[in-house]
């Protein structure tokens, strides 16, 4: 099979699998402390993508530019921005959990735009922001009555927090790389993250509410760690080393759909002309913005 065939079947492999862990999450913190959960799967992804990448890849480990270049990605995008998310399942739904997640683009773009003194916003990015803003508005318009549901409220917020967590860890890795291998780098962060995340575990799970061990938790664990964290990011990483930026970032808007598909199929979460509205308003300010961003720095 040509390179090209393999970088679309790992694309589309990405959109999917990405797409699928919100409903694996919510099954984890279901029958896991929510921190706990995440912490075990992304400490043990982290061990092996760093056995993966040095002893099949041949990539080196290096702390030449400190640890810190591992660190504060690993708490930023992991403890915060993953952790967060799988806290905030116990209270919301899958569904919206992975559609308030498709704004992180917008994050990335309003820091980027906010640290540049000349760019200035075009009217790609003015109608992408009325866009998402909009489908956020259609979300919430049924369910103004749940977010007088504190514990409902708590779950948007902390979602909206980690997204922004993760777009902030996202250009810091960015601007301050580690200088390992590709795959080395990520397990690094994967490591560091699940650690901040047992801190957390430690801090704010509630262990009287765990009853031991259950099948399908495990089941969920498994599906995050070999599927969720090495297996997609190993395809994302090959297919942005075939495909244009551009197309690989398709997955940003499919990962939604797939998310609230699974969650109303499985989990009986709502999927009514609202959502759909909802999620096309949502998706479609996503890529107006991204559009608008990258029509301002490369005219």
């Known amino acids: 099979m040509k390179p090209l065939a393999k970088a679309y079947i790992a694309l589309a492999f990405v959109c999917f699998v990405w797409g699928t862990t919100y409903l694996a999450l919510r099954v984890g913190v279901s029958?896991?402390?929510?921190?706990?959960?995440?912490a075990v799967?992304?400490?043990?992804?982290?061990?092996?993508?760093?056995?993966?990448?040095?002893?099949?890849?041949?990539?080196?480990?290096?702390?030449?530019?400190g640890a810190m270049r591992y660190v504060v990605p690993g708490i930023l995008m992991i403890s915060l921005g993953?952790?967060?998310?799988?806290?905030?399942?116990?209270?919301?739904?899958?569904?919206?959990?992975?559609?308030?997640?498709?704004?992180?683009?917008?994050?990335?773009?309003?820091?980027?735009?906010?640290?540049?003194?000349?760019?200035?916003?075009?009217?790609?990015?003015?109608?992408?922001?009325?866009?998402?803003?909009?489908?956020m508005a259609v979300?919430?318009?049924?369910?103004?009555?749940?977010?007088a549901n504190w514990d409902y409220l708590f779950g948007i917020v902390l979602t909206f927090v980690a997204t922004l967590s993760w777009a902030l860890g996202s250009i810091y890795a960015k601007q301050k790389p580690g200088n390992s291998g590709l795959l080395a780098n990520a397990g690094l962060q994967l490591f560091f993250g699940g650690l901040g995340l047992f801190a957390f575990s430690w801090a704010f799970d509630d262990y009287t509410r765990w009853h031991g061990f259950v099948d399908?938790?495990?089941?969920?664990?498994?599906?995050?760690?070999?599927?969720?964290?090495?297996?997609?990011?190993?395809?994302?990483?090959?297919?942005?080393?075939?495909?244009?930026?551009?197309?690989?970032?398709?997955?940003?808007?499919?990962?939604?759909?797939?998310?609230?598909?699974?969650?109303?199929?499985?989990?009986?979460?709502?999927?009514?002309p609202a959502v759909l509205v909802a999620l096309f308003l949502t998706i479609g300010g996503v890529f107006t913005v991204n559009k608008g961003y990258r029509a301002m720095r490369y005219p």
Not at 100 to 119: E, F, G, Q, T, Y
Not at 220 to 234: D, N, Q, T, W
Not at 254 to 268: E, H, K, M, Q, R
């Open 31 to 38: 029958h896991f402390p929510a921190f706990l959960f995440s």
């Open 41 to 65: 799967r992304q400490t043990i992804a982290g061990i092996l993508l760093v056995g993966i990448a040095v002893i099949w890849g041949k990539e080196r480990l290096s702390f030449e530019k």
């Open 82 to 135: 993953n952790g967060l998310v799988g806290w905030a399942q116990q209270y919301i739904p899958s569904g919206l959990a992975a559609l308030i997640c498709s704004i992180m683009p917008v994050w990335v773009v309003i820091i980027n735009l906010s640290a540049s003194k000349s760019d200035r916003p075009n009217w790609q990015i003015a109608l992408g922001l009325a866009l998402g803003c909009a489908g």
């Open 139 to 147: 979300v919430f318009r049924n369910n103004v009555a749940d977010l």
């Open 216 to 272: 399908e938790g495990i089941w969920a664990l498994v599906y995050l760690v070999i599927f969720g964290s090495i297996g997609a990011f190993a395809a994302f990483s090959y297919a942005l080393s075939k495909l244009p930026v551009g197309l690989v970032s398709i997955y940003a808007y499919i990962n939604p759909l797939v998310a609230v598909f699974l969650g109303w199929l499985i989990l009986s979460e709502k999927f009514n």
